[in-house]
């Protein structure tokens, strides 16, 4: 079955929800707060709900859009033509550090479509010494996910790797009536800020991703048991960690600590 939405036939493969909802457009947008002069990055612009608003506030806005035939639609814009360059790329595999060579640090902003955000905004990460923040609508779920500390129920992989990098915030709650066609769970914008200096001492993020992972594969199983694999008790112990607690309850300073103890190979 399909949907259209001003003379586009939306593409599920592509994740298309179109928002629609002129309130909540003025919400994220106000909460972007995006200024002329900025290097201002849209991730996936549509049919232009957010890039429209804020191409009225500014001159230049970069987007990236998968798409053809609405990069084509956007490179044709009667009055958004001129002022946007238009990136015809998987956002998964584009290298934002080119914009950001030209332009000065880079201001990101999208609604994501939600198959792909979680492996879009490691790859983001990638790049998080040049971006200066990023806002991205998202499955309520999946930003509770990123904003949880330890001891929330929804505190795990994505929260402790995301606030390596990020400190995350929720900034606009957005019910499934906002979208065409209404997507079958809430959503939320959250606010990502990376850290100008990285928060806790590590020496490798892959032994983090290592120690988090397998960590949280086994959530209910104290670390001493699910750790067992990487780390003796006394190893744990030593890092200054109570071997009989569970992964949510560690902090990323705790999960820090664990990993700069594993044994580089
Ligand atoms: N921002 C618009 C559109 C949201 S739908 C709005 O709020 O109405 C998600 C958009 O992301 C679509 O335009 C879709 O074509 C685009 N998209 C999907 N996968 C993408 C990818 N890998 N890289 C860049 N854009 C992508």
Do not use: W
């Amino acid at each position: 079955m399909s949907q259209k939405h001003l003379g586009h036939t939306a593409r599920k493969r592509f994740g298309q929800n179109f928002l629609h909802d002129q309130y909540v457009i003025n919400q994220i947008v106000n909460a972007i707060h995006p200024l002329n002069g900025e290097n201002l990055v849209e991730i996936g612009p549509g049919l232009g709900a957010l890039t429209e608003p804020v191409a009225e506030l500014v001159e230049h806005l970069n987007v990236v859009e998968l798409d053809r035939d609405l990069a084509k639609r956007l490179r044709h814009h009667p009055f958004l033509n001129a002022k946007l360059n238009v990136l015809e790329h998987d956002a998964l595999k584009f290298d934002f550090s080119q914009l950001s060579e030209e332009e000065g640090d880079l201001r990101i902003f999208g609604n994501l479509p939600y198959n792909i955000s979680t492996p879009l905004m490691f790859h983001l990460f990638s790049f998080h010494s040049k971006i200066k923040d990023m806002h991205f609508m998202l499955q309520n779920e999946v930003v509770k996910r990123l904003c949880a500390v330890a001891g929330d129920k929804l505190y795990g992989r994505l929260s402790v790797m995301a606030q390596y990098y990020c400190k995350a915030t929720p900034v606009v709650f957005v019910p499934p009536s906002a979208f065409n066609p209404p997507p079958k769970v809430d959503s939320a914008v959250v606010r990502l800020l990376p850290h100008k200096a990285p928060p806790v001492k590590l020496d490798s993020v892959d032994a983090l991703q290592k120690i988090v992972t397998t960590a949280f594969n086994q959530r209910r199983k104290t670390i001493r048991n699910s750790l067992s694999s990487l780390l003796t008790e006394t190893q744990i112990s030593e890092a200054g960690i109570e071997p009989s607690l569970r992964a949510e309850a560690l902090t990323l300073q705790d999960f820090a600590n664990l990993a700069n103890s594993l044994p580089s190979d």
